[in-house]
């Protein structure tokens, strides 16, 4: 099993629609990220989570909103989406006294038309 | 958080030295250096990082400069596996942690 399981892995969704992509780590990490990547672009910060009653906003956190239901699960949902947030969305889990860095899902493909 | 320049590409051939250059003239004491890469559909990937001292591992080397204001990604035998996005990423290893990507630069490795 991966690290960091990111579902669904597509999605097609209508301009409007509520939708949640989900997040789960078996790292045992605390500390857990959403990410948004536009074609061509590097990644862009939504929200951040260092710990289970602790959320931040990243730098695009507009139209969007988090849960962090367990140390092992953080959610994105877009409560109305729109065409621009068509993209691809990463969750990433870290934690620095390890010194390895971050661990990547492999991604959510979000079509809103 | 500080910026770092990549140039927008590269390219290299299979089974030679690949030397990916990162400019970060605003680098703060406690910033580390990090390099992630992005295979084509994948999330990014640790590769190394750094703080003053040059470091090794099983993907790659980084070598700091002196004055921290530049820093090198050396990938010693290039495979058509690394044809990537490489990104250079200064963060402080604190209760502030968090990645702020840049656009990167594109590899290519030519067969």
């Known amino acids: 099993d991966a690290d960091v399981t990111q579902t669904p892995r597509n999605r097609i969704t209508k301009t409007g629609k509520r939708i949640m992509l989900e997040c789960s780590q078996t790292?045992?990490?605390?500390?857990m990220y959403w990410y948004r990547q536009d074609p061509g672009l590097g990644l862009r910060l939504i929200y951040y989570?260092?710990?289970?009653?602790?959320?931040n906003k990243g730098e695009i956190s507009d139209g969007y909103s988090v849960s962090r239901q367990a140390q092992a699960k953080f959610s994105l949902s877009l409560e109305s989406a729109i065409p621009n947030q068509t993209a691809l969305y990463f969750c990433?889990?870290?934690?620095?006294?390890?010194?390895?860095?971050?661990?990547f899902g492999s991604g959510t493909r979000l079509t809103v038309v | 958080d500080a910026k770092t320049t990549q140039p927008n590409s590269m390219e290299s051939n299979e089974e030679e030295p690949v030397h990916l250059p990162c400019n970060h003239s605003?680098?703060?004491?406690?910033?580390?250096i990090h390099w992630y890469r992005q295979l084509p559909s994948q999330g990014p990937e640790y590769v190394i990082h750094?703080?003053?001292s040059n470091v090794n591992n099983r993907m790659a080397s980084l070598a700091i400069a002196e004055d921290r204001k530049s820093s090198t990604l050396i990938l010693h035998r290039a495979t058509l596996r690394d044809a990537a996005v490489y990104y250079c990423?200064?963060?402080?290893?604190?209760?502030?942690?968090?990645?702020?990507f840049g656009s990167g630069t594109r590899l290519l490795v030519r067969p």
């Open positions: 989570s260092f710990d289970v009653k602790d959320i």
């Open positions: 990423i200064l963060n402080k290893m604190d209760s502030s942690y968090k990645l702020i």
């Open positions: 605003t680098i703060s004491g406690t910033d580390y």
């Open positions: 790292k045992g990490h605390d500390r």
């Open positions: 990433a889990t870290s934690d620095p006294r390890t010194g390895y860095g971050y661990t």
């Open positions: 750094g703080l003053t």
